[in-house]
């Protein structure tokens, strides 16, 4: 048996840069960080020849190819596995949020089938094959950035670069920056859920007449990484955040709405910075950037939403338990099979 623990993400700028529509004809670059949420993946030798995979619905399937789980299939497809394997995932925060949930599931499950083989892979490769499965194999609509930070964790600066090569670049800050960022953000959950899929599907058709804004974004996200070095007034940090909402909601309607606005200026007004709808838009999560002092008075004003604390992770995918625990002869599913 192999457990394996994947953070999900924070995406502070340059969202959509990552797609190749964008870096493809000039770099995009990205600033994110993982946190203490994490995709649990349990992959162990099953009895028998069939395949049980649990997620938010239970699959029984005797071949590779019976299973309808897409990221489950090419990831076993890839790995060269056939035959004989229970997958059981589990996850602190709901899909669909704007945490690179999906992303954070193929590489995990990656890692651990990897393991399962007596193979140590590097977070690179974790990343380029994850990116790989998602994107060329199950033609996602969906950038590069989930997969690498997924894999390699930490509070990263990310580029890609138009040959296709992603370059991981940890922020250089002092400890007392990093934790005081960290001390200045607040995560609120808005219920609503969404597909980023068809979001970035429509990003994509629009990719060329919204270039400048990407670009834009960009640079927002060099800035960031720029105040986190200098680590001189990390409100500017705050600043730059709401520029990138901004300009990120100009991409296209889609990315907020109503809601969404009022619970943002209701922040605002409370004495939030800035801040951020996480992921794609539409849904999810609401970041935002607040002086400690101000910020029970914006989880007051935001008392119809859930506040979720969160701590950055530094470690990317990991190994958090091997063991030997095989099905024995004569059972199946837990019972005797007679």
């Given amino acids: 048996m192999i457990i394996t623990r994947t953070p999900f993400r924070i995406s502070f700028a340059g969202g959509g840069s990552d797609l190749e529509a964008f870096y493809g004809q000039e770099p995009g670059a990205v600033l994110s960080t993982t946190i203490d949420k994490y995709m649990f993946l349990t992959v162990m030798n099953r009895f028998g020849s069939g395949f049980r995979i649990s997620y938010s619905r239970t699959e029984l399937a005797d071949t590779v190819d019976q299973i309808e789980h897409g990221i489950v299939r090419e990831c076993l497809k890839h790995a060269g596995v056939d035959s004989g394997l229970e997958i059981v995932s589990m996850a602190n925060i709901p899909a669909k949020t704007g945490l690179g949930?999906?992303?954070?599931?193929?590489?995990?499950?990656?890692?651990?089938?990897?393991?399962?083989?007596?193979?140590?892979?590097?977070?690179?490769?974790?990343?380029?094959?994850?990116?790989?499965?998602?994107?060329?194999?199950?033609?996602?609509?969906?950038?590069?950035?989930?997969?690498?930070?997924?894999?390699?964790?930490?509070?990263?600066?990310?580029?890609?670069?138009?040959?296709?090569?992603?370059?991981?670049?940890?922020?250089?800050?002092?400890?007392?920056?990093?934790?005081?960022?960290?001390?200045?953000?607040?995560?609120?959950?808005?219920?609503?859920t969404r597909s980023a899929a068809e979001i970035l599907s429509?990003?994509?058709?629009?990719?060329?007449?919204?270039?400048?804004?990407?670009?834009?974004?960009?640079?927002?996200?060099?800035?960031?990484?720029?105040?986190?070095?200098?680590?001189?007034?990390?409100?500017?940090?705050?600043?730059?955040?709401?520029?990138?909402?901004?300009?990120?909601?100009?991409?296209?309607?889609?990315?907020?709405?109503?809601?969404?606005?009022?619970?943002?200026?209701?922040?605002?007004?409370?004495?939030?910075?800035?801040?951020?709808?996480?992921?794609?838009?539409?849904?999810?999560?609401?970041?935002?950037?607040?002086?400690?002092?101000l910020q029970d008075q914006v989880r007051a004003t935001l008392s119809d939403l859930v506040y979720v604390p969160v701590r950055f992770e530094r470690q990317g995918s990991k190994i958090i338990y091997v063991g030997d625990e095989t099905p024995a002869p004569g059972f199946r599913d837990g019972l005797p099979s007679h």
């Fill in 101 to 192: 949930s999906s992303s954070s599931f193929t590489v995990g499950l990656l890692h651990a089938l990897y393991a399962m083989q007596g193979q140590l892979v590097s977070a690179e490769r974790l990343a380029r094959e994850a990116c790989m499965l998602e994107i060329e194999k199950l033609r996602e609509p969906i950038g590069k950035q989930d997969q690498y930070i997924a894999a390699y964790g930490g509070l990263q600066f990310i580029q890609f670069n138009p040959d296709g090569s992603v370059f991981v670049d940890p922020v250089v800050c002092t400890p007392a920056t990093y934790t005081e960022l960290n001390r200045r953000l607040m995560m609120f959950y808005t219920g609503i």
């Fill in 202 to 293: 429509r990003q994509m058709e629009n990719a060329e007449e919204k270039r400048a804004v990407v670009r834009r974004m960009c640079e927002i996200a060099r800035s960031m990484r720029d105040v986190l070095s200098s680590g001189k007034d990390l409100n500017a940090f705050g600043y730059l955040l709401h520029q990138a909402w901004e300009a990120k909601k100009s991409l296209q309607k889609e990315i907020s709405n109503s809601t969404i606005d009022d619970c943002y200026a209701r922040a605002i007004a409370a004495g939030a910075i800035g801040g951020k709808l996480l992921g794609a838009g539409g849904g999810g999560f609401l970041l935002f950037f607040c002086e400690p002092h």
